[in-house]
C-alpha cells in the first residue's frame, strides 16, 4: 500500500509546486488592473472632470487651437462691445441692441472656452496682447461709426468665427465629444448672429433708401 501511495503524494507535491511557480509568473507578467483615471494619466489629461478626449487626440495641439479661438473670442466681445457705444446713423436703437446683446453671448464663449482650455490641462492666453499673435480672424476696429459699416464689419467678422469653428469642429469630431459639443454650441450662435445682423443691415438699408 506504502509503495502506491508514497509515488501519489510525490506526484501531489510536484503539481502544487507548479501551480505555486506558475501563479507568480502570472503575478509577474500580468500588467495590474488600473481604472479608467489611472489610465487616462498617461495622457497628460484631466482627471477632476472625466472630459479626457479619446482616441488620437493631441491635447497640446488641441489647447493652442483653443487658445487661438479664446483670442478671437476677447475680439468679437470688444468689436461688438464697443460698436454698440459710437455706431451712428438710422436704425440705430435696434442696432445697440443687437451689438449689445451678441458682445454679452461672445463673452459667454470666452468662458465656454476658458474653461475647456483649463479641464485639458491647458492654461488661457494670460496677456492680451498675445491675442494679436494667436488670432484667426484679426481684429476690426470700428473706425467709421456709420452704421453700414459697422454692421458689415460685424457680419464679415462673424462669417470667419463661423469658418474657423467648422475647422474645428472636423478636428475635433469623433475625437473629443466634449470640445465638439462646445463647439458646436458656439458655432450654432455665431450662425445666428450673422443671420440677425444681415437682417438688421437689410432693414437699415431699406430705410436709408425709402
Ligand atoms: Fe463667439
Given at each position: 500500500?506504502?509503495?502506491?501511495?508514497?509515488p501519489?503524494?510525490?506526484v501531489?507535491?510536484?503539481i502544487?509546486?507548479?501551480?505555486?511557480?506558475?501563479g507568480?509568473?502570472?503575478?509577474?507578467?500580468i500588467?495590474p488592473?488600473?481604472?479608467h483615471q489611472?489610465?487616462?494619466?498617461?495622457?497628460s489629461?484631466?482627471?477632476?472632470?472625466?472630459?479626457?478626449?479619446i482616441?488620437?487626440?493631441?491635447?497640446?495641439?488641441?489647447v493652442?487651437?483653443?487658445?487661438?479661438?479664446?483670442?478671437d473670442?476677447?475680439?468679437a466681445?470688444?468689436?461688438?462691445w464697443?460698436?454698440?457705444k459710437?455706431?451712428?446713423?438710422?436704425?440705430k436703437?435696434?442696432?445697440?441692441?443687437?451689438?449689445?446683446?451678441?458682445?454679452t453671448?461672445?463673452?459667454?464663449?470666452?468662458?465656454l472656452?476658458?474653461?475647456r482650455?483649463?479641464?485639458?490641462?491647458?492654461t488661457?492666453?494670460?496677456?492680451?496682447?498675445?491675442?494679436?499673435?494667436?488670432?484667426?480672424?484679426?481684429?476690426d476696429?470700428?473706425?467709421d461709426?456709420?452704421?453700414?459699416k459697422v454692421?458689415?464689419?460685424?457680419?464679415?467678422?462673424e462669417?470667419c468665427?463661423?469658418?474657423?469653428?467648422?475647422?474645428?469642429?472636423?478636428e475635433?469630431?469623433d475625437?473629443?465629444?466634449?470640445?465638439?459639443?462646445?463647439?458646436?454650441?458656439i458655432?450654432q450662435?455665431?450662425v445666428?448672429?450673422?443671420?440677425?445682423?444681415q437682417?438688421l443691415?437689410?432693414?437699415?438699408?431699406?430705410?436709408?433708401?425709402?
Open positions: 500500500m506504502q509503495q502506491i501511495i508514497r501519489l503524494l510525490i501531489i507535491g510536484i502544487m509546486l507548479l501551480s505555486i511557480i506558475t507568480w509568473v502570472a503575478a509577474l507578467t500588467p488592473i488600473t481604472n489611472e489610465q487616462m494619466s498617461d495622457n489629461f484631466n482627471l477632476q472632470t472625466g472630459s479626457a478626449p482616441g488620437d487626440t493631441n491635447v497640446e495641439k488641441l493652442k487651437v483653443l487658445n487661438k479661438a479664446y483670442s473670442e476677447w475680439f466681445y470688444h468689436q461688438y464697443i460698436g454698440s459710437i455706431v451712428r446713423g438710422p436704425n436703437e435696434a442696432v445697440i441692441a443687437i451689438l449689445t446683446l451678441h458682445a453671448e461672445e463673452n459667454q464663449h470666452v468662458v472656452l476658458l474653461t482650455i483649463i479641464q485639458l490641462g491647458g488661457p492666453v494670460l496677456e492680451p496682447r498675445d491675442w494679436y499673435r494667436l488670432t484667426y480672424c484679426g481684429y476696429a470700428p473706425t461709426p456709420d452704421v453700414i454692421l458689415e464689419q460685424n457680419i464679415k467678422s462669417q468665427s463661423i469658418n474657423m469653428y467648422n475647422n474645428l469642429l472636423v475635433t469630431r475625437k473629443d465629444p466634449v470640445t465638439y459639443t462646445i463647439v458646436l454650441g458655432l450662435m455665431e445666428e448672429h450673422k443671420e440677425d445682423l437682417a443691415l437689410d432693414d437699415t438699408i431699406v430705410m436709408t433708401n425709402p
